[in-house]
């Protein structure tokens, strides 16, 4: 069987597993022609990111795999700037018509609670689904004289406002995730902020800084040649990629937290377009293409449906409104 075969096989399967909870949403209610017709020309799928990052290669390997399914190019577009708000907004102001998807992150969650946004994130945009899910993990370079991460909060209280932690950068999802981690945890460490990922990474294995929520696919490396010492994970349950690395909740802080990559369109799209979009999402992320680059980088596939998604996206910009109020977090 060829990929697109395989391809059209999952959407079939797919399609009839989601045809129940579809109709009872109201998500096939509008004329079939809808769907039938769509898509008759190439898909736009903008990415709020530089090139070259993990959002830019999950979505380009998606285009690639959406193009078979769909038989129409998705041609990915990278609208970088102001935390992603730049892209997010290009994509929620263009016709609401399928044509133009926006995949979005964690971030999209985060903004409303540090910008002012020209735009609604819950009502003017219509959520197609969820693609993959992520873990951090709570990473010490070598030098911090801790194994667990019942040792990292005990030397945190023995020694509070001492210990530092590296993030991304002001107000991005790995500094909130950090400060949730922190009040849970009832300690204090102070904020290194850097311009990126790479840079926060490459000073905590260095040992300028002393801890930091690291991602699989520059934890794992490191901890393989002892550069990093990985202390627990922040699902729910441990990952099979390590699994000898324990959650935090097994240390006795009640806390996870969950990296996620999922797409949104432009408010108004037609149901039945929605429901395509959504099955022919949920088909791709299951294919071993997928499956295997999300796995490398310790990632999971995490197809449902756009009410799941929705749900998500209101829940989470709740919980990170909260971690920034209590955090006093503010950007320029």
């Given at each position: 069987?060829?990929?697109?075969?395989?391809?059209?096989?999952?959407?079939?399967?797919?399609?009839?597993?989601?045809?129940?909870?579809?109709?009872?949403?109201?998500?096939?209610?509008?004329?079939?022609?809808?769907?039938?017709?769509?898509?008759?020309?190439?898909?736009?799928?903008?990415?709020?990111?530089?090139?070259?990052?993990?959002?830019?290669?999950?979505?380009?390997?998606?285009?690639?795999?959406?193009?078979?399914?769909l038989k129409q190019p998705v041609v990915?577009?990278?609208?970088?700037?102001?935390?992603?708000?730049?892209?997010?907004?290009?994509?929620?102001?263009?016709?609401?018509?399928?044509?133009?998807?926006?995949?979005?992150?964690?971030?999209?969650?985060?903004?409303?609670?540090?910008?002012?946004?020209?735009?609604?994130?819950?009502?003017?945009?219509?959520?197609?689904?969820?693609?993959?899910?992520?873990?951090?993990?709570?990473?010490?370079?070598?030098?911090?004289?801790?194994?667990?991460?019942?040792?990292?909060?005990?030397?945190?209280?023995?020694?509070?406002?001492?210990?530092?932690?590296?993030?991304?950068?002001?107000?991005?999802?790995?500094?909130?995730?950090?400060?949730?981690?922190?009040?849970?945890?009832?300690?204090?460490?102070?904020?290194?902020?850097?311009?990126?990922?790479?840079?926060?990474?490459?000073?905590?294995?260095?040992?300028?800084?002393?801890?930091?929520?690291?991602?699989?696919?520059?934890?794992?490396?490191?901890?393989?040649?002892?550069?990093?010492?990985?202390?627990?994970?922040?699902?729910?349950?441990?990952?099979?990629?390590?699994?000898?690395?324990?959650?935090?909740?097994e240390a006795g802080v009640p806390y996870?937290?969950?990296?996620?990559?999922?797409?949104?369109?432009?408010?108004?799209?037609?149901?039945?377009?929605?429901?395509?979009?959504?099955?022919?999402?949920?088909?791709?992320?299951?294919?071993?293409?997928?499956?295997?680059?999300?796995?490398?980088?310790?990632?999971?596939?995490?197809?449902?449906?756009?009410?799941?998604?929705?749900?998500?996206?209101?829940?989470?910009?709740?919980?990170?409104?909260?971690?920034?109020?209590?955090?006093?977090?503010?950007?320029?």
């Amino acid at each position: 069987m060829t990929k697109q075969s395989r391809i059209h096989a999952v959407c079939r399967q797919v399609g009839r597993a989601l045809l129940p909870a579809a109709l009872a949403a109201g998500l096939i209610a509008a004329p079939a022609a809808h769907a039938d017709e769509y898509p008759s020309q190439p898909i736009k799928l903008i990415v709020p990111f530089a090139a070259g990052g993990g959002n830019d290669g999950i979505a380009r390997l998606l285009g690639q795999l959406l193009s078979d399914g769909l038989k129409q190019p998705v041609v990915v577009e990278n609208r970088p700037g102001a935390g992603g708000k730049l892209g997010v907004e290009q994509g929620l102001r263009a016709a609401p018509d399928g044509y133009t998807l926006t995949l979005i992150s964690n971030s999209y969650s985060v903004n409303p609670s540090l910008y002012k946004l020209p735009f609604d994130p819950v009502d003017d945009m219509t959520p197609i689904g969820m693609i993959a899910r992520a873990p951090f993990f709570v990473s010490v370079n070598p030098k911090v004289p801790v194994e667990t991460l019942g040792e990292l909060v005990a030397l945190a209280k023995k020694k509070p406002g001492v210990l530092t932690y590296a993030s991304s950068g002001t107000g991005g999802i790995s500094h909130l995730a950090t400060e949730a981690f922190l009040k849970t945890a009832g300690i204090s460490m102070i904020h290194v902020p850097y311009k990126g990922s790479a840079p926060a990474l490459t000073d905590t294995v260095s040992g300028q800084v002393d801890a930091m929520l690291t991602t699989a696919g520059s934890t794992l490396p490191y901890r393989a040649d002892n550069r990093l010492k990985v202390l627990a994970v922040t699902l729910p349950q441990r990952v099979s990629s390590a699994p000898d690395i324990p959650t935090v909740r097994e240390a006795g802080v009640p806390y996870d937290v969950t990296v996620w990559y999922g797409i949104i369109a432009p408010k108004g799209v037609p149901p039945a377009i929605q429901a395509k979009l959504n099955a022919a999402i949920n088909a791709a992320v299951v294919l071993p293409e997928m499956a295997d680059r999300l796995k490398a980088t310790g990632e999971a596939a995490a197809p449902g449906s756009p009410e799941d998604f929705r749900e998500q996206i209101v829940k989470e910009i709740s919980l990170w409104g909260d971690v920034v109020r209590e955090a006093g977090v503010t950007v320029n």
